[in-house]
């Protein structure tokens, strides 16, 4: 089935035409805008894909074959209704334009903060745009894209790191506050450069190779405490909607998301706001419009999943909430769903939810995150009946290396 | 007189330019460099602490107030060199292996030094054995670890076992911080101590230290 049929049907059982069974990524779109069979979950495979297949960070993160089907292997061992080929996707276009990055053996690359690309007015202006796709590892994900869609029949989520946090790693924290307060023209004119010389000819670009109908730019400096959402409004909000403009189509939804920030600040509705303005207006076709609200357990855990689920309902979007990482790797199972059952819970209502597993951190035991999906499987069906945890059936499961052999999957 | 109170605003505006000249202008009136640090730097740095307490500051405001206490830092540090008989104590910090990140630990940083503690910073992406060979040839009171991801955190606990298995765990205190850090971590990893902000690492030093 097409992509559109998925987003038609996916949207039909959202609201209420329940035809067939959902498969993973129908689930997500019913999930998203509307009451699904059961809440869906969403894995980013990331680094524990790469460890779980003993590869080096050098070839997951620059070669694709390995990198699509490490991730695809973990995601479909574990179970996920979807997932997304996620790599370091706040590097791509910083590393095109010349940022130096550290590589290590066996986590993601990273922005060398201590050589910002950019530490001079002089060394901005010697910045050439990159050539979009042919730019540092922009043809790695171009082709990891390529190689989602062969495997999935679907196209990927594409990511780009917004204009905003862009700024902030290419100046570095400390110049980029100092150029706001002290020199906010230059800083507008380094978001502009980013916004329509970089952000725009990449998304373009990803695009084109992919018909992919939602592209998500992160923008992790764009939270509380490290930026007010005075400076957020002022500096970040404008380029996202130029993005948006530039790109948005009436089958295509670009937006800006992973922020946080709700349990820094003394009313969250404050940082939940500049979240939905983040969304932007998205566009005429209703199934690609914004969208979600992603909080992350940080926050939600200290204000409360109650009052996050209320601003949600009132905005009419789906509540994303992450599953807590650390607990995930640590356990015990029976922490693990008693966790699961709390979101659940507090959490899914009666849809228009969904649970991000963000990260497996590597060595996790893999029965941990057995039982995390299990544990959604099991409490997550709509309506959501009886959530006592001690009911939770753990699903028996191979080995990761036997089920590869069974399943005959290539690295 | 009048630059104490400049100074200190300077620093507490942030505006490291204007402090550095500030500073520098002290200097060479004749006011003594300790007296510059102490009644303009650290008079600044400290209003910053209040205001932050007080929820008027928000954290950039802070970051370049620590940047402003930094220039005039640099500037004096070198003259007061015979004249301070003795700092509250020696810290060593660094972001552990892996964590490029050094936003809070540069924060760390310098309310350590504004509180007249001697720090050393190791920088970012500091493995286990470096923070050994620092704890042996440095001899600080106490080592500071900072992660700033779920997936750099867990490396606190690399850097303790080398400290152990190098026979120097008992020689000098460590604490944890960092956003994915929490006190219950501190205690499962057998850390000394955790700090959940940089005004809390301080008071916890202060503790640890028994100084005041």
New interface residues.
């Given amino acids: 089935m097409g992509l559109t049929a998925k987003l038609l049907k996916g949207t039909l059982y959202a609201g209420g035409l329940r035809i067939g069974k959902l498969d993973g990524y129908e689930r997500l779109i019913a999930g998203i805008y509307g009451r699904p069979d059961r809440v869906p979950i969403i894995l980013q495979p990331y ?1 524990f894909a790469m460890a779980q297949h003993g590869l080096p960070a050098r070839r997951f993160f620059t070669e694709p074959e390995p990198f699509v089907n490490a991730s695809r292997n973990t995601a479909a061992y574990f179970g996920a209704d979807s997932w997304s080929p996620i790599f370091d996707f706040y590097n791509i276009e910083l590393e095109a334009l010349g940022q130096k990055l ?1 590589w ?1 053996e ?3 690359p ?5 050589e910002p690309l950019v530490a001079s007015r002089d060394d901005f202006r010697r910045l050439k745009p990159p050539i979009p796709g042919r730019g540092g590892r922009m043809p790695y994900v171009l082709e990891s894209y390529r190689r989602y869609i062969d495997v999935m029949g679907i196209p990927p989520m594409a990511y780009a790191c917004s204009p905003f946090t862009m700024a902030v790693l290419i100046r570095g ?2 110049n980029f ?2 150029d706001m ?1 002290r020199d906010p023209a230059f800083a507008h004119r380094l978001l502009k450069f980013l916004s329509m010389e970089v952000v725009v000819p990449w998304i373009d670009k990803m695009v084109e190779a992919t018909r992919t109908a939602i592209v998500v730019m992160s923008d992790a400096w764009a939270s ?5 959402t005075q ?1 957020v409004r002022e500096f970040c909000l404008p380029y996202v909607e130029k993005v948006v403009r530039a790109t948005n189509s009436s089958m295509r939804t670009v937006m800006d998301s992973g922020s946080w920030g709700e349990k820094q600040v ?1 009313e969250p509705s404050e940082i939940l706001d500049v979240k939905m303005d983040m969304m932007t207006r998205g566009n005429g076709f209703k199934p690609l419009r914004p969208f979600f609200l992603l909080v992350w357990n ?1 926050d939600y855990e200290e204000v409360g999943i109650p009052r996050m689920r209320a601003y949600a309902e009132e905005k009419n979007v789906c509540l994303m909430l992450n599953v807590r ?2 607990l995930i790797e640590e356990g015990p199972i029976e922490r693990i769903v008693g966790n699961i059952v709390k979101l659940i819970g507090e959490g899914a209502g009666k849809g228009k939810f969904a649970l991000l597993i963000n ?1 497996v ?3 996790t035991p893999v029965e941990h995150a057995h039982a995390a999906v299990a544990a959604i499987k099991q409490f997550g069906a709509y309506p959501v009946g009886s959530l006592e945890p001690s009911a939770f059936r753990m699903p028996s499961f191979e080995p990761f290396d036997e089920w590869m052999r069974r399943e005959g999957l290539p690295v | 007189m009048d630059w104490e109170q400049d100074l200190a605003a300077a620093v507490t505006e942030g505006e490291e330019i204007r402090a550095e000249e500030l500073a520098r202008a002290a200097l060479e009136e004749g006011a003594a460099p300790r007296e510059v640090l102490e009644k303009g730097a650290v008079a600044g740095i400290y209003q910053t602490g209040r205001l932050w307490e007080e929820g008027d500051y928000f954290l950039p405001d802070v970051i370049l107030s620590i940047e402003a206490f930094n220039k005039v830092m640099e500037m004096v540090e070198p003259l007061l060199a015979g004249e301070v008989a003795s700092t509250k104590g020696k810290v060593v910090l660094g972001s552990v292996e892996g964590d490029a990140h050094d936003l809070g630990k540069n924060i760390v940083a310098a309310m350590l030094r504004s509180s007249l503690y001697e720090v050393i910073d190791l920088g970012i992406d500091v493995g286990a054995e470096r923070f050994v060979e620092a704890a042996r040839d440095l001899h600080p009171d106490v080592i500071g670890l900072g992660a700033y991801m779920t997936t750099t955190m867990r490396n606190m606990e690399g850097v303790i076992t080398a400290l152990r298995e190098a026979g120097l765990r008992d020689c000098v205190k460590l604490i944890i911080g960092g956003a994915p850090v929490t006190a219950d971590y501190a205690e499962r990893i057998g850390a000394d101590g955790y700090g959940a902000d940089a005004v809390g690492a301080v008071a916890l030093v202060d503790r640890l230290l028994g100084v005041s």
């Fill in positions: 680094t550290i290590r066996n986590s993601e990273d922005v060398d903060t201590r924290y400390v506050l100092r307060r509380a405490p490290n930026m007010t400076i003394a940080e990482p650390d990260l951190p590597v060595g």
